[in-house]
């Protein structure tokens, strides 16, 4: 009888406990089963408040309702990031792994009532994602069920500036300025001309010791100009920069369909990515032109976006892609991206990861202000543990960042990119045109100085590793062995970092 009531007693339990998940589920769902969308503004207010709150913003850690809100705004294009943790990305894919996807696909067929040859599917070639057209709410919910889903993103979502951002001060310009001959030194061959802030961390001085020749540097921005020849194969090797080689290709799709396959090539067209190439990589010679840091390198730019911003979703595959085709050159050893967004981007973090499983040396900006990127904290990718964060300051006493980069515990080092008290000095750079020079400055020229800074030090010890590169960095910088809570390791000594 006891028996009897014990097992009637657990029964009762039981039936309980299945009610009460099965109301849970039930009132989980009912949420999630909203009519309508939320608006953009209603996703882009509850953005802010987290990025506020909680110093980032992740898409898994919101409902499926707010997710299919974003989704339903952002073009219908779901990014669907397959497998375990521990299957991010692969060369060759297992069976397993085909068989994860395929079941993926059939569930999504099946929830949106599609049969599967009417699917619009663009399929990464080695991250194991997938970006899909998903319309209903109840693919979300049942994707998000499934043991087979890493991660689910709205990647067409781009409303979050409500379409009135601006450019970044290192952003977009064509223009050629005129530059102060106070903010550079002149040098052999005849005039080549030194940025300022090159002598305010030894850059000069470095030379004597290293280059960068031998050494391949990757540029993922906005391409660089077709019409600044010292950047291209014309102009590359001159002077006292020789015997290395410019390579150019596009990641970036130009069009209104997200399914497009139609590359807009390798050229510039916003003037960002040459300022950077100028930077890590402009030519010494007697064209009365600046110097880049390892005018010795090599260098291979990819336009994988449009602008600084990863606001869009063929700049998001653009800048995937080129990471991945960067991390399968084993001659590059460093990439650098000045480019980024406020939250994570799944299938940028994906690669990545792949670029630094591959060895790369990863060098990403902590954040030049826009119209909305003000107020935040480091930016994405700068934000992973697998890239390097690098802001500028400007040239004072003590450190303060300068007026529109961005600080936090999340920088690794810092270069001088403004004069004391915000006042406008900043870098001269290579112009968009053949004998045009320009000012520019922000976390962007920043981190590919300090991309340009480690080439010196790689090529001086090429059979450094990564990490025996970046721990030379750390311990020629003002902080070393500490760490600045806003600023990281500090201001790199480039002489010392060579010797």
């Known amino acids: 009888m006891k028996k009897l009531l014990f097992k009637s007693f657990i029964l009762l339990l039981i039936t309980i406990v299945a009610c009460s998940k099965s109301d849970e589920i039930v009132q989980e769902e009912s949420v999630n089963y909203q009519k309508d969308p939320l608006s953009i503004s209603e996703i882009n207010s509850k953005i802010s408040e987290t990025l506020s709150t909680k110093g980032n913003f992740n898409w898994s850690n919101t409902d499926a309702h707010f997710l299919w809100s974003a989704l339903v705004h952002g073009n219908n294009i779901l990014t669907v990031g397959y497998g375990s943790e521990n299957e991010i990305f692969s060369e060759n894919r297992s069976q397993s792994l085909i068989n994860k996807k395929d079941e993926l696909v059939s569930l999504i067929s099946k929830n949106e009532k599609i049969s599967k040859d009417k699917l619009t599917i663009v399929e990464h070639q080695i991250i194991n994602v997938f970006d899909i057209e ?6 979300i919910i049942a994707l998000r069920k499934s043991k087979n ?5 709205p990647n067409g979502y781009n409303h979050y500036t409500n379409d009135q951002y601006q450019r970044s001060s290192s952003g977009c310009s064509k223009n050629g300025e005129t530059i102060n001959t106070a903010h550079y030194t002149t040098i052999a061959p005849n005039n080549a001309q030194v940025s300022w802030h090159f002598n305010k961390h030894n850059i000069q001085q470095a030379w ?7 050494v391949t540097v990757g540029l993922i921005d906005t391409g660089v100009s077709e019409s600044q020849q010292l950047l291209n194969t014309v102009g590359f090797n001159d002077g006292y920069s020789s015997g290395r080689f410019v390579q150019k290709y596009g990641t970036f ?9 139609n590359y807009d090539g390798p050229h510039d067209k916003c003037g960002h990515g040459t300022a950077m190439a100028s930077t890590i990589a402009a030519p010494r010679n007697d064209n009365g032109m600046p110097v880049g840091v390892a005018y010795n390198s090599n260098l291979v730019a990819y336009r994988a976006t449009e602008d600084v911003l ?11 892609d080129a990471l991945t085709q960067l991390g399968n050159r084993s001659d590059v050893k460093i990439i650098s991206m000045s480019i980024g967004y406020i939250w994570s981007i799944g299938n940028i973090s994906d690669a990545v990861k792949y670029a630094y499983s591959k060895g790369k040396l990863i060098f990403a900006a902590g954040g030049t202000s826009t119209s909305f990127t003000n107020g935040f904290g480091v930016i994405f990718p700068a934000t992973m543990s697998e890239t390097v964060a690098v802001t500028g300051v400007n040239d004072g006493l003590t450190y303060e960042r300068c007026e529109t980069c961005h600080s936090g515990d999340k920088i690794d080092f810092t270069i001088i990119m403004e004069g004391d008290n915000d006042t406008s000095k900043a870098p001269p750079v290579l112009g968009f045109y053949n004998g045009e020079r320009r000012y520019t400055g922000g976390s962007s020229v920043a981190t590919a100085t300090t991309a340009g800074i480690a080439a010196l030090v790689w090529s001086k010890y090429p059979s450094w590793t990564r990490t025996q590169v970046l721990n030379r960095l750390k311990q020629s910088s003002d902080f070393y062995p500490s760490r600045n809570s806003s600023f990281g390791y500090g201001n790199i000594d480039a002489l010392q970092a060579v010797q």
């Open 149 to 153: 889903v890493r991660y689910i993103e």
């Open 134 to 139: 998903v319309k209903s709410i109840e693919t």
């Open 310 to 320: 990863l606001n869009d979703y063929h700049e998001r595959k653009g800048v995937s």
């Open 253 to 261: 799709i130009d069009s209104a369909w997200w399914w497009s396959s």
């Open 208 to 214: 004597n010791y290293s280059t960068g020749s031998g």
